[in-house]
């Protein structure tokens, strides 16, 4: 089968070029810069990620291109740009101001095979703190923006190519054409991998991997962990068992309307209710990341107890999916630490289960885009993403049962007049946040003191980016209006309106 190989410096978008290229179904691999492999004939070309360093630190990471370049297509991204920029004897400089978001590019070569279908004029995706100051000898000007002139370049008499911005992500409006361009133009890779060949191949690795063992998953009723679950059920049957842990964290009336979602499914399911325990734990954490800790053993606790009733079992199935792992990935490891998620961040170190993530490798859309191929409920396709820690990390500092009141009754009547009025499937993902602030207000003729509510609703289709979505102002003043007038104790509603990056989907 055809490959690309993406080397790998430690941009939290790495996993993005490797969706955007599987998007051409075309399979990739992901490889470290300190341990590239020697190159099979099945490689057509190799992609150099971003990376949060700069090329001009001391310990800044490298690759040994050696049999690489001047041999197979490359294209470097960013940092890999900047990269073979510098080895190659060009000046990189840090910028007076560091670059997010948007720009505009300015084709200077229409014949260039990269950018081929590509309008000079689109927007494209800055995220970098140096930049391209001096190219070296060969190496020819092929884009520039506004700010920047030398944004994309190409290496006369050899197939390598650089661009200072992200083609990959979603805001980069003809990205996904410029890749394609890459990988099925220039590297000529066929076009054979897609949904149903990683549905094949899933099922045949969860059936070596667990054999007759017993399974037990943790379905939230949510895309990710619906999907694992039918990948599951159709690799093993009856040896899979779905527990649903009411943590008291859930949305209003979760609880019981996912039990009867999958009541037509043919999942062994059971409900647990451990709401107690949870609450009881988080008593007086303020800090995000010791709350999802705390939340992820929780759960493992109460799956130990549900699995004693079950009988023996040897495996914990998870919806992991890739933006939970690399926004998790340790500080040495190649990509910085944003955020741990429960369940990869709070796993303890005892834990008896063996551990089966059969999406780990996939963004979102790739999720929807297998669920809709394994045959899901169009309805549990198209539901938000929802925080595996749930409430906790939306209700800011210190959870209490106050507090989750509160959050639950504002979340309810925000989602609730999204799906009224037409608005929820123009959102990938919406949800209030409690503030840890109070403000004053005047309700009747009182003086009040209460809490703030924000709501936050984003476009995506991937989840390492995202951008605010652009409601009604009618809509949103009748959202604010419901909240103050029927929940007890908020006096003021606020939107977000920023991005990620720099900021992240959830406040926590």
Known sequence: MDKIIIIDFGSQYTMLIARRVRECSVYCEIVPCDRVPALDGAVKGVILSGSPSSVNDPDAPAADLEGI??????????????????????????????????????????????????????TVWMSHGDTMVSLPEGFRVTASSDDIPNIAYKVDGEPTWGLQFHPEVHHSEDGAKLISNFVTGICGCSADWTPENFITDAVRVIREKVGSDKVILGLSGGVDSSVAALLLQKAIGKQLHCIFVNSGLLRKGEYESVLRSFEGMGLNIKGVDATEMFLGDLQGVTDPEQK????????????????????????????????????????????????????????????????????????????????????????????????????????????????????????????????????????????????????????????????????????????????????????????????????????????????????TIEWE
């Open 292 to 503: 999802r800790k705390i939340i992820g053993r929780d759960y493992i606790e109460a799956f130990n107890r549900a699995a004693a009733e079950i009988g023996e079992a040897r495996w914990l199935a998870q919806g992991t999916i890739y933006p939970d792992v690399i926004e998790s990935a340790a500080g040495k490891g190649p990509s910085r630490t944003i955020k741990s998620h429960h369940n990869v961040g709070g796993l303890p170190k005892d834990l008896k289960f063996k551990i089966v993530e059969p999406l780990r490798l996939l963004f979102k859309d790739e999720v929807r885009r297998v669920g809709k191929a394994i045959g899901l409920d169009p309805a549990i396709l198209g539901r938000h993403p929802f925080p595996g820690p749930g409430l906790a990390i939306r209700v800011l500092g210190e959870v209490t049962p106050e507090k989750l009141r509160i959050l639950r009754d504002a979340d309810d009547i925000f989602i609730t007049l999204l799906r009224e009025r037409g608005l929820y499937d123009k959102v990938w993902q919406a949800g209030a946040v409690l503030l840890p602030v109070r403000s004053v207000g005047v309700m009747g003729d009182d003086r009040t003191y209460e809490n703030c509510v924000a709501l936050r609703a984003v476009s995506s289709v991937d989840g390492m980016t995202a951008d605010w979505v652009r409601l009604p102002y009618d809509f949103l003043a009748e959202v604010s209006s419901e909240i103050i007038g029927r929940v007890r104790g908020v006096n003021r509603v606020v939107f977000d309106i920023s991005s990620k990056p720099p900021a």
């Open 69 to 122: 370049r001047g041999r197979l297509p490359l294209l470097g991204i960013c940092y890999g740009a900047q990269r073979m920029v510098r080895d190659s004897g060009g000046v990189v400089a840090p910028e007076d101001m560091r670059e997010y978001g948007r720009a505009t590019i300015k084709i200077l070569d229409a014949g260039d095979p990269l950018f081929e279908g590509v309008r000079s004029g689109s």
